[in-house]
């Protein structure tokens, strides 16, 4: 049984490095070469990569066995090498995202961000004062809902990241501290251990497509780096950047909502689990509790109360 298991698994991980490094690095790999090939001045002419590609067919290494081995496993090296380097930079990618506004220069976008969350903000008031006063029109409504989602596109919460990416992937730490006063860094590791298989199977899948996107950023610095020697490769870094873009809005905000439904879902049951009185609901008393239990540095929080709902707790 073991060794079945472990047959398995080889085969998904052997799947799984073909479709995510080798498989794009031999496209990769192949462009570099018609690259080495063609040049700018001749990026698009079919006629001198027939040459060059009958050239090399017809040389006498060419049909020699083992020199064929070799040069399909240098192929194969570099299609590896090129798909480490595209998640190397996906790597760092994913650490730009994580950057806070707090040095320049990110603290200008940082700050861009946040005053146009703020003008928003002000509009949504606005709003919400003409929708509850007297002379409140049938489409006021409407207009208080059109002014929170333009607030809302910029961000959730408080921008504090120079990237719409880094103030979603962080806005569920806010929310989840104003709501339930949970302190959501600490708790989630403990939470991961209580939610069910299906659960943590639809956040890894969330997890993966965003750390897909973010490789898929490495790919497109890297055929834009090719792009210096062939100029059709500025194009494909073009549609791979343009790509990765959508995906990893779209992966980063899935990400961040399955996170944040999990705690709603399972935050009592991870109340019950260290044995956190409650009455079936995640309050903020609850959640306090909870965050009360976990923490284990030098700030003592025994004989702390609750805080009020309006309020907001740093717990670090």
Do not use: N
């Not at 073909?18 to 006629?47: E, I, N, Y």
């Not at 049951?269 to 995640?282: F, I, R, S, Y």
């Amino acid at each position: 049984m073991v060794t079945s298991l472990l047959d398995e698994l080889g085969k998904r991980l052997a799947e799984r490095w073909v479709s995510v490094l080798v498989g794009p690095g031999l496209l990769f790999v192949g462009a570099t070469a018609v690259a080495g090939a063609l040049g700018h001045r001749q990026a698009l002419d079919p006629g001198a990569l027939r040459t060059w590609m009958t050239g090399r067919a017809g040389s006498t290494h060419a049909l020699d066995t083992a020199t064929t081995v070799l040069v399909v496993c240098a192929v194969l090296a570099a299609s590896a090498l090129a798909g480490l380097a595209a998640t190397v930079l996906g790597s760092a990618v994913e650490l730009l995202w994580s950057l806070e506004g707090d040095r320049r220069p990110l603290s200008w976008l940082a700050d861009r961000r946040r005053r146009r969350w703020e003008t928003a903000g002000r509009r949504l008031g606005a709003a919400v004062s003409a929708a509850v006063g007297p002379a409140a029109t049938d489409t006021a409504a409407d207009q208080v809902r059109s002014k929170m989602v333009a607030r809302d596109r910029i961000s959730l919460v408080p921008p504090r990241y120079p990237t719409w990416v880094g103030d979603r992937l962080h806005a569920p730490d806010t929310r989840v501290r104003d709501a339930y006063h949970l302190d959501l860094g600490t708790a989630w590791p403990r939470l991961w251990l209580v939610m069910p298989d299906t659960a943590r199977t639809e956040l890894a899948a969330a997890h993966d497509a965003y750390t897909a996107s973010a490789r898929l950023w490495g790919w497109a610095v890297l055929y834009a780096a090719l792009g210096t020697r062939w100029w059709p490769a500025e194009l494909v870094a073009l549609v791979a950047a343009t790509t990765a873009w959508l995906r990893s809005r779209a992966a980063v905000a899935a990400l961040a909502e399955l996170t944040e439904s999990a705690v709603d879902l399972y935050g009592t049951d991870l109340a019950t689990e260290l044995g956190v009185p409650h009455a079936g609901d995640l309050t903020c008393e609850v959640g306090f509790a909870i965050s009360q239990r976990l923490r284990k540095d030098w700030i003592s929080l025994a004989d702390a109360e609750p805080p009020p709902i309006a309020g907001r707790t740093t717990l670090r």
